[in-house]
Structures are given as C-alpha cells and as structure tokens.
C-alpha cells in the first residue's frame, strides 16, 4: 500500500511539472524582408500527417535542442512561403544537408508551403525572460505573419514589454 502511494505521488509530480523536463529548442529560420530572422513555429510540422508522414530515417533524433530532427530555412517572396532549406537537426556545428527532394520526390526547389495555414512568429528585440522550454522565451517584440494555405494574409507586432509590465501592476 505504502509503495502503491509512492508511485502515484510520484506519477503526479512527474506530470505536473512536465515543463521542468523541456528544453528550448533549435530555432528555424526565415528569410523576410531581405534578412535572416530565427522562427519560433515550425510549418514543416504541419505538413505531416498519415498521407504525408514523417520520414524517420531522414529526420533522426540526435539533440534534445531539437526534437523535430531538422531546422528548415524559410523565405517569404511575393507574400508566398517558401521552403529553401533543409539540415539535419544535431547539436554538432557541421549539419548535414538534407536534399528537399527527400521530403518531396515530386517537386522542384523551392517547395512552396500550400500545405501550411498558421501564424509565424519571429521575436525582435532583447530577449526579457528566458524560458528553458521549445520556444516559451519572451522578446521585447513579437513579429507575426499569419498564413493560410501558404500565403501571407496579415502581419502584425506585439509589444512585449507592455504586456509584461501590464501583468505585473495585475499582479497582487
């Protein structure tokens, strides 16, 4: 009985405290504006389903920095996603390149993002509060493009810092 209580105390902590296990993660980038910003959304992600499902042999678990074992590169060109790049997601500074024709026998380079409806956010600025969990970390800005079936349909910015200083007068 004593032991019984011990693990469900034990399996509760472990689940309420699931952020404390989570690492941030290996940004992908986006090319916006004729310059380089890291993303914290990952388009490719919602390319894979079970029509399209995830090549594991290709994206291989190497680095808990990056648990989607790739960082693509991205760009924006005539208000359209683009996906331009694609390397291997390890911690190692010498990344390997992943042909997009793996991913996508059937089409050429670039590989347009039609598949993708989301918002995209690029933080700017001073980085306020680090936050050791995917992408939880808070900029002094926060750029989106919201996109729908792989075209830019809005952008806008929030203000980090007043959203910050706003929760704490909130606070008691």
Request: glycine share 4%.
């Amino acid at each position: 009985m004593k032991r019984s209580l011990q693990i469900v105390v034990f399996s509760i902590l472990m689940l309420s405290s699931y952020k404390a296990f989570g690492t941030a993660q290996f940004p992908d980038s986006l090319i916006y504006q004729e310059e380089t910003h890291p993303i914290y959304t990952n388009p490719l992600e919602s390319y894979f389903n079970k029509n399209n499902p995830k090549p594991a042999d290709i994206f291989r678990f190497s680095c808990t920095a990056c648990w989607r074992g790739y960082i693509a590169t991205w760009r924006i060109v005539d208000k359209h996603l683009y996906l331009i790049k694609l390397v291997e997601g390890t911690c190692q500074s010498d990344a390997k390149e992943i042909p997009l024709s793996m991913v996508f026998p059937t089409q050429k380079s670039p590989i347009k993002a039609t598949w993708y409806s989301g918002t995209i956010r690029i933080p700017q600025g001073k980085r306020l509060q680090y936050v050791h969990m995917g992408y939880e970390s808070i900029y002094e800005k926060d750029l989106f493009l919201k996109i729908e079936k792989g075209k830019m349909i809005e952008e806008y910015v929030v203000d980090n810092v007043d959203k910050l200083l706003h929760e704490q007068k909130e606070r008691p």
